[in-house]
């Protein structure tokens, strides 16, 4: 059981670049959160999904676009990256059934805008 | 003021110390909270979900506090292991309002 994967685990990007990152679930979970953390911030909410075919905005979502296509699947894209985007990712999921458990996270992504 | 805060530390206490963390946060209509352990340079992972009755885990112990609106985390006999960030979290009634802290820093010496 793979749990929440993301992919890639690292990359470099130029400002200007457009990237994609996936996250992938096989838990069934119905929400599905993309964060972002960086140093003394904490982890910061970009976009999150209550199902598939949904999608809404966080606490920080300029510059980025998600899209829940399949149930499983959760991506997010930046369009065109700026170096304030430099961060570390982590994509997360948990059920909706209103349970006391809290999310499992991916393993995360590495992204550096040069 | 920040919806959930905690003392960013570090903590540095010798192995066989007990140690303790607090977690305030200011939203009275928060519903679930929890303690998440963060290894340097790796994802966050659920450590103990926090009881309104209070709740332990072997070494560990989640208290929470309403009326004052603090959780806290003791850690009993702790480990090298145990060297790690700490982070709160504090979910409301909505999918997206769950706020995470900056982490508490702990580091264990032998």
């Known amino acids: 059981n793979a749990g929440v994967t993301q992919t890639p685990k690292f990359r470099v990007l130029k400002t200007g670049q457009s990237m994609t990152l996936l996250c992938a679930q096989d838990m069934n979970h119905e929400y599905m959160y993309w964060y972002r953390q960086d140093p003394g911030m904490g982890l910061r909410l970009i976009h999150y999904s209550v199902g598939e075919g949904t999608t809404a905005k966080g606490e920080v979502p300029d510059g980025y676009n998600v899209s829940r296509l399949k149930k499983q699947n959760f991506l997010l894209g930046l369009e065109s990256a700026a170096p304030s985007q430099t961060s570390v990712y982590f994509c997360?999921?948990?059920?909706?059934?209103?349970?006391?458990?809290?999310?499992?996270f991916g393993s995360g992504t590495r992204l550096t805008v040069v | 003021r920040k919806e959930v805060e905690q003392d960013p530390g570090p903590f540095n206490v010798p192995e066989g110390a007990t140690v303790a963390f607090n977690c305030t946060y200011s939203?009275?209509?928060?519903?679930?909270f929890f303690w998440y352990r963060q290894d340097c340079r790796k994802e966050p992972k659920l450590l103990m979900s926090v009881y309104s009755s209070g709740n332990e885990d072997g070494r560990f112990t989640a208290q929470l506090n309403r009326a004052s609106q603090y959780i806290s985390l003791l850690i009993r006999d702790s480990k090298l292991s145990d060297s790690a960030t700490y982070l709160c979290?504090?979910?409301?009634?909505?999918?997206?309002?769950?706020?995470f802290g900056s982490g508490t820093r702990l580091s264990i010496r032998p």
């Open positions: 939203n009275s209509a928060s519903q679930s």
């Open positions: 997360a999921s948990r059920n909706a059934d209103g349970s006391n458990y809290g999310y499992t």
């Open positions: 979290v504090v979910r409301g009634s909505s999918a997206s309002k769950i706020i």
